[in-house]
């Protein structure tokens, strides 16, 4: 395996394009390593991505907007002053991945590359509606969250592509965002089942929503018919039931060592309503 | 096999080593600077007994290349002590026998060192949660918890 | 050895709560564990695993391993003792396949290499050709028709023939005639169980550092509960002579039990033999999860019959326990432990012995015990709820008390059972009122405890300090118990008392540590060898006064004249007769060496509230309580770990820890991320209560602690979250899936 520190995005992708066999890029590691432990991925070239300047970044834009960079530990995003008073969900899934220990390494954009379709930060990272901006040898494209994954442990990135920033847009007004998981102990379990909800209301009526499911199917899946369920309303019982029942049928799980089919789609409905609460009570209080 | 020259800090001391990248900061620790104190349990981040600082975070450091190391600050359990002084905290785990086999216990005080360094009060459940990533299979956490806690508080009389 | 009427008297040390002596050592990291120790010249080993759970091997092949810059040694089945018997030859198939790989992890061939990345580098160049096998993991499958039979040479000459090909051992106990009990109740109650598999969860992994040198001559440090036994067994698999091997134990991260027998140890030293060079050899989480052996799973059926009033008038099981693919499954503890709390008339207990493509079981802290008491304690619940008893009540009309003959034969002479019962009625614990969703569990535990073969030795040293050396491994604080009894005995501070874990050639044969032995027979041992010095030291005295040996008492650390000689000389301290011994006629040790066989049955009570997220099944422990017979806490901290470790090790094997295998017969849970051990943020503080209602087969009245922690949480957690549920459950672990489903069906049923 070689070992490279990169100080541009530009030379990351370089030797990415001019490396042989399996690449992989280094951010927090907690995935990089643990494969390479469990002798699953022994990547030939590794490219170390904490020496580009930026990386360790979360800015807030003047129009609200977030830029954080692809190095930004889920500790740093807990510890900021202001990014989890905005984006609570977001934080706080990042906040779950893991241990203490962990979260002073592991990333978002790690979290996302992995491509799981149970990662704890992916579904509140969609519900945001954040974009990437990823670099390949053909220059730099915008790609939303939700087109990154395709599979179980792949992504729509090409090879020699690396993610450079990740870009969540305004908050704005009334509005906010919750994230919760079941794991059969209360810390150090990967999601048997997770919901991201963002939501903005009008008054006490919710106006816009977003909906996003993790670990019950091959992706992590936003679920329309559940935002409908309850965009209009005032997340009343009819409303969260409704709301359990399309999040249900779009459940496709997988019987695994971490929960049945029949356990997943039944939790799923019942973590969406609560989930949906929190979010809708979140709002209520925000500015 | 690439290996490289890495040069760093453990515990105020300069350290270099040569490694190969694939080995882990826990693999240098103990391997190539001899520091022992730092054990591997799982060797995939999920039992805390390799806990490090890597400039004042803390991280397990089996989860860390040892190239990674390169111009960073690391602190293990064998800096906590000052020369024969021990630590409140490792005073307490030992006065509230709160180690058993003792493998688990250097992890434990990293990370409880780490806490106690950002919240000299902190519940009951923000100790556990804390340490929730460092396992122990003999106590049943009950007396380190115990050990935090009375560490936290002869922490905060000292002011 | 017996109760010591005069330790009646106020204890000056026992009972204390000193530092432990490793203590700074353990605390700053400079303890040295297995995997700690290095060497000039060291290599590194690895071992090829067979990814099938039953396969014939056809062919190894490990010319590119060997072809690999780095590689010195390789080793196969080839490489060790043939002709080996019984259990022996059973630790030898473990640890290294011959002609069949028997589950998934298997080792198949070891390679020793200049770098731990290079041997790991070489295990993947080994091509092992294989003839896969039909499997069986599951215990139920695996004793029905059709399933393949794993190896019928192990059946044991009584076990019948009618009973399937893969049941190896039948133990049968009880008394009375259970038909004439069961025509005596008023109500029977028959229910299923099943449990699975949980290991040990040691955090430190398997490690050793093998030396084997030109001469024959053989050098072993490793991690384990016992380096005596370590020491026999891998001479016996090398194929050398006991004594030509030194095992020295390194600090020990954790056993359990599994400690107590050999994994990579005999590998370490036949790579060592073959490259002569010094070997170490550390496992991985993996390695250990899928080839160490767990408890046993277990599937029990458990009858019982009681009148209206309470009163037991029958039980009769049958406990079926699953021991991977080795006749070793410890069901003969279940037949005799699950109902030996209580006074029942007529009894009938099976044990069966079954054989799966799984690793070889390991012993865990009450070995075959908490699977059985989970099915017992659980039928005992149900019945007491159906006859509206209080569920302590129940267990007090029933309890076992001295004279009372178990259902496993012996009669218990002074035991604690009932004052743990009461105490639990007595705990506020017991009063607290639980809300909707929350349920209360009662169990009570019982295990033999062990005493064992033992030697210990005592030096003086001249300025009247203390070297003890004790042959087994301090796995949870036992240097301290044993320097607390030295100090007691001697009457010197327990400062001045150093303990020291000797290696196989520096002090006689001793057992492992297990069996929650050490306090009792190596204490026992340590009192008698102290005891020993100061006869001594006595005679010592007597000469310097001119008086006879038996004229001289032992005092609080003094030699004082007694009876007619009282008050004619001034006492003399033991820092006086140690600082003239060498003039008075030489050194002053003192030995023990003993089999006790006495050891004080162990018994607890636990109480524990749980709350069940109706919506999830999730469980939440919200407080847990143990009360528990030490017979004589030497060390009431160590002793009140032992108790909130094995109830915790309980809550984890009772809600969510399982060997999950795949139809492949893979195990898929192979890192602590998916085998889910208790995190500290799972629990509640853990309560305890010490009974001490001393042993009367020991000087100081000690119990063993160690195993009767672990016997009563199965049960007991059971109990709380079927009274949650208001759903029986019958099979562990109770994870969020298997309950909810539970709750779902019983909400249907209920419309």
Request: proline share 5%; glycine share 10%; hydrophobic share 40%.
């Amino acid at each position: 395996m070689k070992y490279h520190k990169p100080t541009s995005f530009k030379e990351a992708v370089a030797l990415a394009e001019g490396a042989e066999g399996v690449t992989r890029f280094l951010a927090g590691g907690t995935d990089v390593l643990v494969q390479l432990r469990l002798d699953i991925v022994t990547p030939d070239t590794l490219v170390d991505m904490k020496a580009i300047a930026g990386v360790k970044d979360i800015t807030r834009n003047e129009d609200g907007s977030w830029d954080i960079g692809v190095a930004v530990s889920g500790a740093e995003m807990t510890e900021h002053p202001t990014l989890g008073k905005e984006w609570p969900g977001l934080v706080e899934a990042m906040d779950l991945i893991g241990s203490t220990q962990v979260q002073g390494r592991a990333t978002l954009v790690g979290n996302l590359c992995n491509g799981s379709p149970a990662a704890d930060s992916v579904p509140a990272l969609m519900a945001t509606g954040a974009v990437v901006t990823v670099e390949g040898k053909n220059g730099t494209r915008q790609l939303a969250v939700a087109d990154v994954p395709t599979g179980p442990g792949k992504t729509s990135l090409a090879a020699h592509e690396v993610i450079t920033n990740i870009h969540i847009p305004p908050r704005g007004q009334n509005a906010a965002d919750a994230y919760e998981r079941f794991i059969p102990r209360t810390e150090m379990d990967i999601a048997v089942v997770g919901c991201a909800v963002n939501l903005r209301l009008d008054g006490d009526k919710i106006v816009e929503a977003t909906v996003v499911m993790g670990a019950v199917a091959p992706t992590i899946r936003i679920v329309p018919d559940a935002a409908k369920a309850i965009i209009g309303t005032t997340l009343d019982d009819a409303a969260k039931d409704k709301l359990a029942e399309a999040v249900r049928a779009a459940c496709q799980p997988i019987d695994d060592k971490r929960g049945t089919i029949e356990f997943r789609v039944h939790v799923a409905g019942v973590l969406a309503k609560r989930v949906a609460q929190t979010a809708y009570d979140r709002a209520r209080t925000a500015h | 096999m690439s290996n490289q020259a890495v040069s760093t800090t453990v515990n105020g001391d300069p350290v270099q080593f040569v490694c190969d990248p694939r080995e882990t900061l826990l693999d240098v620790l103990r391997d190539r600077i001899g520091l022992t104190g730092s054990k591997e349990g799982c060797g995939t981040g999920d039992c805390g007994a390799c806990s490090v600082t890597v400039d004042g975070r803390l991280v397990c450091s089996c989860l860390v290349l040892g190239v990674e190391a390169e111009g960073k600050k690391i602190e293990t359990v064998e800096g906590i002590a000052e020369g024969p002084n021990l630590h409140v905290l490792q005073e307490k785990i030992i006065e509230h026998a709160a180690l058993q086999c003792g493998i688990c216990t250097p992890g434990i005080l990293v990370a409880a060192k780490n806490l106690l360094e950002k919240n000299t009060n902190p519940t009951e459940t923000e100790i556990r949660y804390w340490l929730a990533g460092n396992l122990c299979r003999c106590t049943g956490y009950d007396k380190i918890v115990r050990a935090v806690q009375a560490a936290a508080e002869d922490l905060r009389k000292a002011g | 050895m017996a109760f010591d009427t005069q330790t009646e008297k106020q204890f000056k040390y026992i009972g204390t709560r000193p530092k432990r002596q490793d203590g700074v050592d353990k605390v700053t990291g400079h303890a040295l564990y297995g995997a700690d120790t290095y060497k000039a010249g060291m290599l590194h080993g690895a071992i090829v695993r067979s990814p099938h759970a039953h396969a014939r091997i056809i062919k190894i092949d490990t010319s590119k391993a060997e072809a690999l810059d780095g590689v010195k040694a390789v080793v196969t089945r080839a490489d060790f003792a043939t002709g080996l018997t019984g259990e022996n030859w059973n630790i030898l198939e473990n640890i290294m396949a011959d002609k069949t790989a028997l589950y998934d992890g298997h080792a198949i061939a070891a390679i020793a290499a200049t770098s731990n990345l290079i041997a790991r580098d070489a295990v993947k160049l080994v091509e092992v050709e294989y003839e896969i096998l039909p499997h069986v993991t599951d215990i139920k499958e695996a004793i029905s028709e059709g399933a393949p039979i794993i190896r019928e040479s192990s059946i044991e000459a009584n076990v019948p023939p009618d009973h399937h090909k893969n049941i190896t051992r039948r133990f049968e106990c009880g008394k009375g005639d259970v038909d004439v009990g069961f025509a005596e109740a008023d109500l029977i109650v028959e229910r299923d169980f099943t449990t699975e598999a949980a290991h040990q969860g040691y955090i430190e992994p398997h490690a050793c550092l093998a030396h084997m040198t030109a001469d024959g001559k053989g050098e072993l440090w490793c991690t384990t509960q016992g380096h005596y036994n370590v020491q026999r067994i891998c001479a016996a698999l090398l194929g050398m002579e006991t004594s030509q091997l030194r095992v020295t134990a390194s600090e020990i991260g954790g056993g359990f039990g599994a400690k107590t027998t050999v994994f990579i140890d005999p590998v370490a030293l036949a790579l060592s033999r073959k490259a002569n060079r010094p070997v170490k050899m550390v496992m991985t989480r993996s390695e250990v999860l899928r080839a160490t052996g767990p408890a046993s799973s277990s599937w029990s059926t458990v009858k019982v019959g009681m009148k209206k009033d309470g009163t037991i008038t029958a039980a009769q099981a049958t406990y079926r326990l699953q021991g991977g693919a080795f006749p070793s499954a410890p069901s003969e503890s279940p037949a005799q432990v699950t109902f030996a709390p209580y006074d029942i008339e007529h009894a009938e207990m099976v044990g069966l012995s079954v054989m799966t493509n799984r690793p070889k079981q390991a012993a865990f802290r009450a070995p075959g015990a908490p699977m059985g008491v989970f099915a017992s304690e659980q039928v005992l619940d149900e019945m007491a709820q159906e006859l509206g008893i209080d569920p302590i009540e129940l267990r007090l009309k029933n309890a076992a008390k001295e004279g009372t003959r178990g259902v496993h034969g012996p009669t218990f002479k002074r035991i604690g059972l009932i004052e743990t019962l009461e105490a639990a009625k007595a705990h506020p614990h017991y009063s607290i009122p639980l809300k909707e969703n929350q349920g209360r569990g009662v169990a009570c535990g019982f295990w033999f405890n062990f005493g064992g073969s033992t030697s210990v030795s005592m030096a003086l040293s001249e300025d009247g300090s203390v070297a003890l050396s004790i042959g087994t491994p301090d796995i949870g604080g036992s240097r301290a118990s044993m320097a607390l009894m030295a100090a007691e005995v001697l009457g010197i501070p327990y400062e001045d008392i150093r303990v020291t874990v000797a290696d196989t050639a520096s002090l006689g044969y001793n057992d492992n540590t297990h069996g929650s032995r050490v306090t009792y027979a190596v204490g026992l041992a340590t009192i008698e060898a102290c005891r020993s010095a100061v006869k001594e030291m006595c005679k010592r005295a007597a000469l310097k006064w001119g008086i006879d040996e038996e004229a001289v008492s032992w005092e609080d650390g003094y030699a004082k004249p007694s009876g007619p000689n009282a008050g004619d000389f001034e006492p003399l301290p033991l820092k006086a007769i140690a600082s003239e011994m060498t003039k008075t006629g030489g050194p002053i040790n003192g030995h023990f060496e003993a089999s006790p066989n006495t050891a004080g049955p162990g018994f607890a009570t636990h109480l524990v509230d749980v709350e069940v997220d109706p919506e999830t099944g999730k469980t939440t422990v919200l407080r847990y309580t143990v009360v528990m017979d030490a017979g004589k806490a030497i060390h009431p901290d160590y002793v009140e770990g032992q108790m909130q470790g094995g109830a915790v090790q309980g809550i984890g094997w009772a809600l969510n820890e399982e060997y999950v295998y795949g139809k492949d017969g893979r195990l898929q849970n192979t890192v602590f991320l998916d085998y889910r051990v208790p995190v500290a943020s799972d629990l509640p503080m853990i309560d305890c209560v010490i009974i001490e209602v001393p042993n009367p087969g020991h000087p100081f009245g000690v119990r063993g602690v160690g195993e009767t922690s672990i016997v009563p949480p199965l049960g007991a957690v059971a109990n709380a979250v079927s009274n949650a549920t208001g759903v029986r459950q019958t099979d562990l672990p109770m994870s969020p899936p298997r309950v909810l489903k539970g709750i779902l069906e019983k909400q249907k049923a209920n419309g």
